[in-house]
């Protein structure tokens, strides 16, 4: 059973630019969540995908947007660039429809640095 | 609504002396509580959910916590501090157990182990 994988694990982007991050989920999940985790604090929920639609949004504006593939593999795109984007990414996989579905299994994280 | 706060920023510790670290929630419904640590360069971990079921709730690594509905707390304890349980720990809060509501992090409480 693997777990979840992100990639790229650090990239440098500078203002106005465009990224997209991705994520493997752990075998056999169906559902992908994207959290935001800025230096000295807690993830902040950014959205979820279930069965390839979104299921589920935070308090982030639409240049943050994802993609949920049929291998239930995802992206995070991040449009215009902010310096307040600087932050470590992270992709957590989960079960939904299973017992226990509301653990997720998180991913290292991608962390971006914008200049 | 719901919110989770995280009493101790930091939290300093001698080998093998007790852990407490301090967590209290808000919320609206019936919540799933759990404790994640994060280690440098890891994904985080699950330690341990609670999901209304026993009180006390035992986790990994010699960690439980006892959800106190009264006070609106879930602290994390420890009888022994090891060296290798130097890291971050995120108190979380999610309002269902069915996995498709978001989660909701704490600031975090970064745990020192003084040798």
């Known amino acids: 059973e693997t777990g979840v994988t992100q990639s790229p694990t650090h990239l440098i982007k500078t203002r106005g630019q465009q990224v997209t991050l991705r994520c493997s989920s752990q075998?056999?999940?169906?559902?992908v969540s994207w959290y935001q985790q800025a230096l000295g604090q807690g993830p902040q929920f950014i959205f979820q995908?279930?069965?390839?639609?979104?299921?589920g949004r935070g308090n982030f504006p639409p240049r943050f947007s994802g993609l949920q593939f049929p291998n239930y593999s995802s992206e995070l795109n991040v449009n215009a660039l902010e310096l307040d984007d600087s932050a470590l990414y992270l992709c957590?996989?989960?079960?939904?429809?299973?017992?226990?579905?509301?653990?997720?299994?998180f991913g290292a994280g991608s962390r971006l640095t914008v200049l | 609504a719901q919110s989770v706060t995280q009493l101790d920023s930091h939290v300093s510790v001698s080998e093998g002396t007790p852990v407490l670290l301090r967590c209290n929630y808000s919320s609206s419904y019936s919540p799933s509580l759990f404790w994640y640590v994060q280690h440098p360069n890891k994904g985080l971990q699950l330690l341990l959910k609670?999901?209304?079921?026993?009180?006390l709730v035992k986790g990994i690594n010699g960690f439980e916590a006892e959800f106190k509905k009264s006070e609106t707390s879930f602290h994390l304890t420890k009888p022994s501090a090891h060296m290798s349980d130097a890291a971050e720990y995120f108190c979380v809060v999610s309002p269902t157990n069915f996995g498709n509501e978001k989660l909701t992090f704490g600031t975090g409480t970064r745990l020192t182990i003084i040798p």
């Open positions: 075998s056999g999940h169906n559902t």
């Open positions: 995908y279930y069965r390839e639609e979104e299921n």
């Open positions: 957590a996989s989960q079960l939904i429809g299973a017992p226990g579905a509301n653990v997720l299994t």
């Open positions: 609670y999901t209304s079921a026993a009180t």
